[in-house]
């Protein structure tokens, strides 16, 4: 399938092994959950948590060892933002963008990067909120991003 904006196709990505045993794990599925309540409380954000947990404790997928992903984990201990991830990230993105065009008026690039940017955050805030993650009210509002950050 080609990618949204731009001619490319699709990019590959490599598969995960389909090894089953994972006896040489040293955490037991309590402890990688008092981990993830750990890094959370500190701060970390869920897409950040999986990759220090691979490469700081050796924990190579928390879904087949503890049965739930990260995010369920954090859901079921009241830790997950009420503002999925994926569009908080894009909010900043577009912050960040609308801060340089402030001072750089004329870059056409990043103003073409900013109308896309805010495509994608009016699009995916449509899908979360047919999907009751997000309040039926919620808007996005340029002026106001930078405090919805915070």
Same mark, same amino acid.
């Given at each position: /399938? =080609?990618? /949204?904006?731009?001619?490319?196709?699709?990019? =590959?990505?490599?598969?995960?092994? %389909?090894?089953s045993?994972?006896?040489?794990?040293?955490? *037991?599925?309590?402890? %990688?959950?008092?981990? %993830?309540?750990?890094?959370?409380?500190?701060?970390?954000?869920?897409? @950040?948590?999986?990759?220090?947990? @691979?490469? &700081?404790?050796?924990?190579?997928?928390? !879904?087949? #060892?503890?049965?739930?992903?990260?995010? !369920? #984990?954090?859901?079921?201990?009241?830790?997950?933002n009420?503002? $999925?991830?994926?569009?908080t990230?894009?909010?900043? @993105?577009?912050?960040?963008?609308?801060?340089?065009?402030?001072?750089?008026?004329?870059?056409?690039?990043? *103003?073409?990067?900013?109308?896309? &940017?805010?495509? !994608?955050? @009016?699009?995916l805030? *449509?899908?979360? *909120?047919?999907?009751?993650?997000? $309040? !039926?009210?919620?808007?996005?509002?340029?002026?106001?991003?930078?405090?919805?950050?915070?």
């Open positions: /399938m =080609a990618r /949204m904006y731009s001619g490319s196709k699709g990019k =590959a990505g490599s598969k995960k092994p %389909i090894d045993d994972l006896s040489w794990v040293r955490y *037991k599925p309590k402890e %990688i959950e008092l981990l %993830i309540v750990k890094l959370a409380k500190s701060g970390t954000p869920p897409s @950040r948590i999986g990759l220090v947990l @691979r490469d &700081t404790y050796g924990v190579p997928e928390v !879904k087949r #060892i503890v049965g739930k992903s990260i995010s !369920k #984990i954090l859901a079921e201990k009241s830790l997950l009420n503002v $999925p991830e994926d569009l990230s894009l909010i900043r @993105r577009s912050v960040a963008l609308i801060k340089h065009l402030e001072s750089n008026n004329q870059d056409q690039t990043a *103003k073409r990067g900013l109308r896309l &940017t805010e495509s !994608k955050i @009016r699009r805030g *449509k899908f979360y *909120k047919e999907n009751s993650k997000l $309040p !039926k009210e919620w808007r996005y509002d340029p002026k106001r991003a930078e405090l919805a950050l915070d």
